[in-house]
Structures are given as C-alpha cells and as structure tokens.
C-alpha cells in the first residue's frame, strides 16, 4: 500500500472510511493518513459543526443505549480515545439535561473481560421493572475469527444520577451465537421489553443468513441472566447484514405522543367515550451493511407466534428510510419527560482519513428527532426536537415573495454558516411538471436527482434553497424540491414530488465525495403548496420536506463559504412561478457541546 500515489490512498482510507462502522482494524492507519496531501481550509475550526453532537475530538460512530435517568438523558457512542479514525473503539458517554447541551464523562464500557477483550461494540439500555438501567452489547472474544457474543453492564452505583461507572457481572457472556448462526454477523442488541401476558423480556439481535437474509433473532429471558432464542426470527429478508436493529411500538396514526410499551400503543379513547383495544402498530428498523442506510417498515407483532409482518407486503423491498442522506446505526429510545420517541443517527464524514487525521475529529450525530406515525398510518414522521429551538438567536424573514423562473433571491440580515431555516412554498401551476416516463428514474430518487439536479432546468422545480453558498455562488449545496408526473393518462399523472440535496458544487475541492442525496416525498401538492426546514451547521446541511415525511442529511465543506462568508438564498430553475409564502432564517447559538 505504501507504493500508492497520495490521491490514491486518500481515497482507499476515505472507501474504508465510508464503509462505516465496519469492525476492522487497520493497523497504524493514522500514521499512514497523513502522508495523504491535505488542504487547508479542511482544517478550519468554522468547519467544526457547532451544535450536532460530538466529543471534543477524535473518531464517533453508532450512538448507543439512549437514556433517561433521574433528571439527566445519557448517549453513549463508539468512539476512539486515540485518533479520529476508526479502531480502539470505547462507549464514550456524554450527559444532558436537555438533548441539546451536554457534558463528556469518562468512557462507560472499555474492553476488560474475557468476552469482550477484542471489542466492545454497539448496544442498547433497558430499564428494568425496579428502575435499573441494564446495557446490552456486544463483545468480541477471539481475535482470529472475530467471534461476537452478548454481554450486559449495571451501574456501580444507581444512586449516581450520572452512572459513571459500569460494571459487568462474572456471568457474561449471556447470549452466544449458536444452532447455526454465523458468529461473525451477530450483534447490535436492541432495547428489551417485556409483553403483557407471560412476563418475558426479549430482545433482538442483527445477523444474517448464509443465503445472505438479514434476520432479526428474538431471545427471551425471565431474569435477563439466561437467555433462550425463539424457535424462528422475528422477521428476515432477502437484504444482507441486519446491523443495528430496532423495534418498537407506535401510537395511533397522527398522534404525536410516543408509547413506551404494547400496552399504551394499543389503547386510545375519542371525546371521553370508553377506551378501545386497538391493533399496535411496530416500526423494525435495520441499517443495511451492504447499502449504509436505514430502512424501516410499519406492520404488527404478533406476540403468540413471534413474528412481526409488515403492512406493505412490499415492504422489505420498497424500503422506505428515516433518512435519504448521510444517516446510519440509528437508534430510538421513548422519553418519559415528553412522552416523545426520540430518534439519534450518526452521519460519517464525507471527506478523507487523511483530512479527518488532520482536522482532529470525524463523525458527528444528527440533531435528535420526535419519531410517530403520520396520518395515513404508511410511514414515519420526523422533526428536530423541539429544544433545538432555544438556540434559535436573530432572525429575519421573507414574506409573499414570487420567485421567478431563473431568479435567485438572497436571505441577509444574518449568519447562514450556522442557522436555522423554515419556508412555505406555493407553486403558481402544476401543468408544466415534466413527465417520469424512464421506469428505471421513475422509481431511483438519487438516480433522478443526479440526472435531474439543481442546475437543470425542468418545468415545476428545482426550487428551494442555496445553503453555504459563497457571494459568487461558485460554491452553493441545493436542497430543492421538483415535481413529475407519471405519465401515461388513465389517472396515473398524480404529481410526484422529488426532495433532493446537491452537494455537487459545494466546495472547490474535486477530492472529496459529493453524492447527491433524494428521495421521494409523500405528500399531496395538489394545491401546490409545500414546505422544507433545513438545519445549517458549518459542515452539514439537514433537511425536513413536508413536515417531515422526507428527510436528507449531507456533509460538506465549503473552501470558501466558511462562517461569515456564507450565504443563503432561494432559488427557482423551474418555469412556473414560486411564491415563498414565508420564510424564517434564525442564527444559531452554540450550546455547551462536550467541553469543545
């Protein structure tokens, strides 16, 4: 390897990189990234996001085990003490009173036992029926054959509202890999829970199959000490590595509130009137190793034969994603406070090893969500968290402003680098939306926005937002929406709305990766309105289409749009008139973030 040009081995550490959280170890890696040319402006502390989460240096990956516990939410996340590349990998641990300011502990979980000498890796907390909070996680005992078992932690101490330190009983491991499954795919517990009826917890764990099927095991326990797995998965498909998983209940289509268990997911009342057993509604969620995304399905559990069956047959195919960007290894946990599910993703660097070796950090979380089923009862609804708005600072605002075709306007009055967006759109007509007549673009949103993107003309769209633009606007990331029609008559030219994020002229370093992101959003346009958030933080731009039907992260790095330099503005290729009905751009303060 050595013998590689510079470009060559930045990019071969930046494909490893991007492999995610991949549990390789490359010896020295470091050492050898920075031989790799680095430009300057990639150091730039203005790069550094300032309020998604991260330590104060060095390498994240997965967040794990979301809690609360006596006044303090806790994220615990892998993370590398010594670098900002992947290996060495500890549970840092971070604490907070509100998701949005947080104070780093010292690492929860280091390697110390037998069965997890050669790793500690992802996991999930539960807590149990007296209060205790229990992780379980991964380890890895065998350094030849990468050779993964389960293991659980308690508090040393549960009177310490910020459980800082974790002990692991003598009995580990508790689960181990067996009765055919494939010990080097075997991990990722998820949060237990215990159904009404038998007083049984159980809990999931990601692998596959050899006929490369991620499947999702169950295993039962009544004293989470000795764990039996069931006779069959919960759920498999023809979709590789299950990384990750997540299961969980949701509450009746529209409503907000999220449920904790079965129990609450299944009763609703309506004006007063007696409450009714409802059918509960589950979310599986699996991150997709041979594709680095998320993909969720919405179906029922059927606890007597342990199996979950998605609503759509089409389901494991049809692969609807919490994120169509930069979004991996998520994990939710219900929040007693809010009575809220709260989502946590973690989005990788789109840049080199070499330059994350020299910046001193890599990885970051996106901001946490409020997950519940929309309306329709077919798919997620996602919003930041309703804390992130206390950092909300100066405004300014846009009202009944026409955009028209080829026009650009400019939001001034505040810093983009570092803001927060919210705007309506109201398109003048829907007759000139262009017809999707290429099956193969017809159902590949990222295809469509890579032949379609912002700087193509079209007939309703691309409109929407340049974000850290520079005043010549050589360098501008495009959030946009454009509609299509099917085609065909016979009632089939129902529009179809693209969401896409263009990151292809975002910065004038052709090294690194910028991949356009998109994905369709379900939603009715037919009165040509429809709405986008878009939260700017310096080196990424996170977007919510719709209310949130639609949602796309992406990581960039501006050469020259860097802090005071950056601007915003609005945009319309298409050739149908946009009124921005309203728009609202906040400056965004900097909370306390990990000591950094």
């Known amino acids: 390897m050595r013998a590689l040009g510079t470009v060559a081995w930045a990019w071969l550490l930046l494909l490893q990189q991007l492999a995610g959280a991949s549990h390789v170890v490359y010896e020295n890696l470091e050492v050898e990234a920075t031989t790799a040319a680095v430009r300057p402006s990639i150091v730039d502390p203005l790069l550094r996001t300032g309020y998604h989460f991260q330590p104060r240096k ?21 993370y590398n003490p010594k670098g900002a590349v992947w290996g060495n990998i500890v549970w840092g641990h971070s604490v907070s009173r509100d998701l949005i300011n947080w104070v780093a502990l010292q690492p929860a979980i280091e390697p110390s036992i037998p069965s997890d000498r050669y790793g500690c890796w992802s996991g999930s907390a539960t807590t149990l029926a007296d209060g205790t909070p229990a992780i379980m996680y991964t380890g890895v005992n065998r350094p030849d054959v990468n050779y993964q078992v389960q293991n659980v932690a308690y508090p040393r101490n549960r009177s310490d509202p910020l459980l800082r330190e974790w002990v692991k009983p003598s009995h580990n491991p508790i689960i181990v890999p067996g009765g055919g499954i494939n010990a080097t795919q075997f991990r990722d517990p998820t949060t237990a829970w215990r159904a009404a009826g038998d007083g049984l917890w159980r809990l999931l764990i990601g692998s596959v199959t050899e006929a490369r099927h991620g499947v999702a095991y169950v295993y039962r326990s009544r004293d989470f000490r000795r764990w039996t797995r069931a006779r069959r998965p919960l759920h498999s498909a023809a979709t590789g590595m299950w990384e990750c998983p997540d299961f969980y209940p949701v509450g009746a289509p529209g409503r907000r509130a999220g449920v904790e268990t079965e129990t609450s997911a299944v009763s609703d009342g309506d004006g007063g009137s007696p409450r009714r057993r409802q059918q509960a509604k589950y979310v599986l969620k699996n991150s997709l190793d041979l594709r680095r995304y998320d993909y969720y399905t919405v179906g029922t559990y059927d606890r007597a034969a342990e199996r979950y069956v998605p609503d759509d047959p089409a389901g494991d195919e049809r692969h609807l994603r919490y994120d169509y960007g930069n979004f991996y290894a998520s994990k939710t946990f219900y929040d007693p406070v809010k009575q809220r599910r709260v989502l946590w993703g973690w989005a990788n660097e789109s840049d080199t090893a070499a330059d994350d070796v020299a910046k001193g950090w890599a990885g970051i979380q996106a901001i946490p969500r409020t997950v519940w089923l929309d309306p329709s009862g077919k798919q997620l609804l996602q919003w930041p968290i309703e804390e992130v708005e206390a950092l909300r600072g100066r405004s300014v605002a846009l009202k009944n402003r026409v955009i028209k075709p080829g026009q650009h306007v400019e939001v001034t009055g505040i810093q983009t680098a ?54 010549d606007r050589e360098e501008r990331t495009a959030v946009f929406f454009r509609v299509f029609r099917r085609g065909g008559g016979g009632g089939h030219d129902k529009p179809v709305v693209l969401m896409c994020t263009d990151p292809t002229k975002s910065s004038l370093d052709a090294n690194l990766y910028q991949p356009t992101f998109a994905g369709f959003v379900d939603t009715d346009i037919s009165n040509g309105k429809i709405s986008l958030r878009t939260l700017i933080d310096r080196s990424v731009v996170e977007s919510f289409g719709a209310g949130g039907r639609t949602c796309i992260l992406s990581r960039v790095y501006p050469s020259i749009a860097i802090g005071s330099k950056a601007r915003l503005y609005v945009f319309n290729n298409g050739r149908a008139d946009v009124r921005v009905s309203r728009l609202t751009a906040w400056e965004m303060k900097k909370p306390l973030m990990n000591g950094a």
């Open 58 to 78: 060095n390498w994240i990956n997965d967040p794990n085990a979301p809690l609360y516990y006596k006044g303090w939410y806790h994220l615990f996340y892998q």
């Open 418 to 471: 570092q803001a927060d967006v919210e705007v309506s759109f109201e398109v003048s007509s829907l007759a000139g939306a262009e017809a999707l007549l290429d099956p193969a673009l017809a159902s590949d949103a990222q295809r469509l926005c890579g032949a379609r993107g912002a700087a193509v003309e079209g007939g309703v769209g691309p409109f929407g937002l340049w974000v850290l633009a520079s005043g």
